[in-house]
């Protein structure tokens, strides 16, 4: 019994000799936060897209560098006794053992978007130094965390200017195609189809309208024809009264005309003129010429009214010629038009989807 409470007592006094003879260790933690993006992505995209933990991995290499770490300890005077009886790398592998990282999750906010915080810890005897060390371990990290943001941020704004340059490109070449195609099938285009169904109507009206006006030229110039021929037959000179047989075709003549014509036809007030002459002449006792009849300013007029006619119709023809091309050319306008649609759809949404894909790149650029 003595003899092990002897022994205990002998164990309880060399503890206690250890632990008071034993260099005191001070330990320092510093909490960094990274807060998410407060904007919502579905407005401000993101330029920084890499996980916390693989960016933490890789700002830890570099704050535990070894240009790093001997700076700090040479600036802190850190690690005396050691320094002087072990190597360089004896003397860092001790510092980074006394470094620690530990990552923890401080609040679950939604889907896959947890707060993240993570402690840096190093322990020191010089409870000063540890506290030192702990605070500018802490600040390394936090200007780690900028650059490399901005070195990503600065990359994604380079590829997406790159981006925008090809897009750009493309979209103005599209635009030229667009173009190029508009001024090719000029009034076969979907939004002209319309336009050339109104065109196609008043031209078939005015073809219809210049069928009539013909006809009506044609009878006129018949009607002066048989009028020419009655003239030149000498009628008037086998009359006993060759005025008054005269002046009975001439009434007869207009009382034709009117019956198609108005007061204002140019045949009628010609005739009438005439008449209200050659009766002006007979009460003043005039006499007409035997053979006067085939050169009578009435046979001059019907010839010159026979050539007007004849131009008339001519010019008449020429333009049905004109209308009737111009119906052919809208008639293939109009066929055209739904195979023009279809391919200016297609050129149309290639140019849309582009112009699309160019203005979101634009959005998330600026």
């Known amino acids: 019994m003595g003899l092990a409470i002897f022994t205990f007592a002998a164990l309880f006094a060399a503890a206690v000799s250890l632990i008071v003879f034993l ?9 960094l936060l990274v807060e998410r993006q407060q904007v919502p992505e579905d407005f401000v995209r993101s330029t920084v897209t890499s996980a916390v933990d693989s960016r933490l991995q890789t700002i830890s ?5 070894r240009s790093r770490l001997q700076k700090l300890i040479r600036d802190l005077d850190l690690y005396q006794a050691l320094r002087g009886e072990a190597a360089g790398d004896e003397v860092l592998d001790r510092m980074r053992k006394d470094i620690q990282l530990e990552t923890r999750e401080v ?12 402690a840096v810890s190093y322990s020191g005897s010089d409870p000063r130094k540890v506290a030192q060390v702990t605070n500018m371990l802490a600040s390394f ?9 901005a070195k990503q941020a600065t990359g994604t704004a380079e590829f ?7 897009i750009k490109q493309k979209l103005d070449e599209q635009e030229r195609l667009v173009s190029k195609f508009k001024e090719e099938h000029m009034g076969e285009l979907p939004e002209q189809r319309e336009a050339n169904l109104s065109t196609l109507e008043r031209l078939n009206s005015q073809l219809r309208l210049n069928g009539y006006q013909q006809v009506r030229a044609r009878e006129q110039r018949a009607a002066l024809t048989k009028q020419l021929s009655d003239a030149g037959k000498g009628r008037t000179r086998r009359e006993a009264d060759p005025v008054a047989a005269r002046l009975a075709k001439m009434k007869q003549d207009l009382a034709e005309l009117r019956s198609n014509f108005s007061e204002k036809y140019p045949d009628v007030v010609r005739l009438k003129a005439e008449i209200a002459a050659l009766e002006k002449r007979r009460s003043a006792g005039g006499t007409v010429a035997e053979g006067e009849g085939a050169r009578s300013p009435y046979s001059m007029e019907l010839q010159q009214s ?8 001519a010019g008449l023809k020429a333009e049905e010629k004109g209308v009737r091309e111009s119906i052919a050319e809208y008639q293939r306008r109009v066929e055209n038009a739904p195979r023009r649609e279809q391919e200016f759809q297609a050129l149309s949404r290639d140019y849309e989807t582009t112009k699309d894909s160019y203005r979101s790149l634009l959005k998330r650029y600026k």
Do not use: C, M
């Not at 609040?107 to 993570?118: M, P, V, W």
């Not at 990290?141 to 943001?149: A, D, G, H, M, W």
């Not at 026979?306 to 119709?313: C, P, Q, S």
């Open 306 to 313: 026979l050539k007007a006619i004849g131009a008339d119709l």
């Open 61 to 65: 290499q570099e704050i535990l560098s």
């Open 107 to 118: 609040a679950q906010l939604g889907e896959n978007q947890a707060t993240i915080a993570f």
């Open 141 to 149: 990290y936090i200007e780690e965390n900028l650059k490399v943001r």
């Open 160 to 166: 997406l200017e790159t981006e925008l340059d090809k």
């Open 23 to 31: 260099p005191d260790i001070y330990r320092a933690t510093a909490t």
